[in-house]
Each structure stands twice: as C-alpha cells, then as structure tokens.
C-alpha cells in the first residue's frame, strides 16, 4: 500500500478539482441578474446546431482521458498539463467573480424532436448561461491538445495527434452551435491557453536547457 501511495503521490494535485467545483458552484448559485452580456455581431450569424451536443459532453471524457494518460506515463508532462489547466481555470473563477458575465441568446428547444435536442434541453435546464468568459471547454481543450502535441511517446501516433485536433476543433465549435458561449468567450480562452503555454512550457524547456549545459560543462 505505502508503495502503491508512493508511486502516485503526484495524484495530489488533482485535488484542486474540489477547490474549482465549490468556487465554480458558488458563481453559478449567485450570479444569476445583472451581469454583462458576452455578444459579437458573429454571434448573430452562427446557427444554433443540436448535434454539437456530442462533441461538447465529449469535452468531460477527453480532459479526463488526458490526464490519465500522462499520470500513468510521465510525471513531467502530467504536472505540466495540470498546471496548465488549473492556473486557466483559476483565472477564470477569478474573472467571473469580479466580472459577472453571461449571454441572453439561448433559443428554445423542444426536447420531442430528437435524442440531441432532448440532451441539450437538459444541458440548458442543469448549466446556467452566465459565468461564461472565458470558456472552460475552450480552454481545457486546446491546453489537453497541446499536451498530446508535445508528448514524446504520442509524437509518432499520427492518428492520435490528428483524432485529437479534431475533438479539440469540435468541442470549440460546440460551444457557439449550441449557443452556450460567445465568439469572444472562445478568443478570451485562446488567448489564455496560448499564454499560459508559454509561460508554463517555456519554463520547462529552459529549466532543461540549463541542465543540459550544466551536464555538458561537467
């Protein structure tokens, strides 16, 4: 058992999951009336798509699958991704506290005409459309993405770095058909995700480089 603890002590960091999920309810509970409306002129002239409902609960499987994948392979690169994430997701709570925000723009769905529009009907009825800049699902999925991009050991799977651009374009794409964000909420989260790639990764390649010349010097 003490070795079983010892070899996935880096688990400790998901912790911060429970942190993001009492902060992240709390919003939700709270921020319901006077709040900023998140509205491009684009917004107006994307169309509302039920069957985008797929990809964006997929988000769930696909942020999870990532993590899983790199606790179990490489400690490095799990740490890496999770600080990534949860300094994203922190911005955004932080964000949303002080700037209450939220969109008016969710049409009605009849939850009779199909299995996506009765998923989405739910999606509506269970998540709220306020608390929405910058997106979560953007950004967590273009941070996972990145993640399998840069991995050593997925570097060779083609199919994988290509399956995964794909799920990360679609959750993307999800989030306006559905109507659940704005345009600008996903730019904000790219923005974001790209930073905070930098600054994360950035730190890891030079903090590698100064080994390697240390190494080389003797």
Not at 43 to 65: G, H, K, Q, T
Not at 70 to 92: A, D, H, K, N, V
Not at 155 to 161: E, S
């Amino acid at each position: 058992m003490k070795q079983l603890f010892l070899k996935y002590r880096h688990a400790w960091i998901l912790a911060y999951s429970l942190i993001y999920l009492v902060w992240f309810g709390y919003l939700e509970k709270t921020v319901k009336t006077n709040y900023h409306v998140m509205h491009v002129a684009l917004d107006d002239y994307i169309p509302f798509c039920e069957y985008f409902v797929v990809p964006y609960f997929l988000w769930f499987a696909y942020v999870a699958v990532g993590i899983g994948y790199f606790f179990f392979t490489s400690r490095e690169e799990y740490y890496q991704l999770c600080i990534c994430l949860f300094t994203g997701m922190t911005i955004s709570l932080i964000i949303c506290t002080f700037f209450h925000n939220g969109t008016n723009f969710r049409p009605q769905v009849d939850p009779q005409q199909n299995i996506f529009s009765a998923l989405v009907y739910w999606l509506y009825q269970t998540d709220t459309c306020t608390n929405v800049f910058p997106s979560i699902h953007v950004y967590n999925s273009i941070c996972v993405h990145m993640a399998v991009r840069r991995s050593q050991s997925l570097r060779k799977h083609r199919w994988i770095q290509r399956g995964s651009f794909f799920l990360m374009l679609s959750i993307c794409l999800a989030t306006v058909f559905l109507k659940q964000h704005s345009v600008i909420d996903g730019v904000g989260a790219a923005i974001m995700a790209y930073a905070l790639y930098y600054v994360v990764y950035g730190y890891s390649e030079q903090r590698a480089e100064k080994k390697a010349a240390q190494k080389a010097l003797g």
